[in-house]
């Protein structure tokens, strides 16, 4: 069984920035994070592989945010820079245990989530 707890979340001004925190327990293998605005689709935030070898971001993150993990400390987080508010979304991590992630955005792909941290940009 594994357990995603995210943290992290607020409300930020355009420009700012945040670090979100997923504490991870049990195994995993590739891992990601994700977002979901009020009626829209879950999207595709950002994905990595066990060794963080493997990275992937959606195209609207790209070069700003950084998604990174430390293993030792079950851990992963996701520095966001220069947020504006097309960021504001609830932002989810989520797990992969069988290590077979091949459409690192395909939400089907992932087998655990957490509950979510609140993120809004706004002045």
């Known amino acids: 069984q594994v357990r995603l707890v995210e943290s992290g979340g607020g409300l930020v001004q355009p420009g700012?920035?945040?670090r979100l925190s997923c504490a991870v327990s049990g195994r995993t293998y590739g891992m990601g994070w994700f977002r979901q605005a009020p009626e829209k689709?879950?999207?595709f935030v950002a994905g990595i592989g066990l060794k963080s070898v493997t990275i992937f971001y959606g195209d609207s993150v790209k070069d700003?945010?950084?998604i990174s993990r430390d293993n030792a400390r079950n851990m992963m987080y996701l520095q966001m820079n220069n947020l504006g508010p097309e960021d504001t979304a609830v932002y989810y991590c989520a797990?992969?245990?069988?290590?077979?992630?091949?459409?690192?955005s395909d939400t089907e792909e992932y087998d655990?989530?957490?509950?979510?941290?609140q993120v809004t940009v706004s002045s």
């Open 112 to 117: 655990y989530w957490g509950r979510g941290t």
């Open 95 to 104: 797990a992969d245990v069988d290590n077979l992630i091949v459409r690192w």
């Open 16 to 18: 700012g920035s945040l």
């Open 41 to 43: 689709e879950r999207e």
């Open 64 to 66: 700003r945010f950084t």
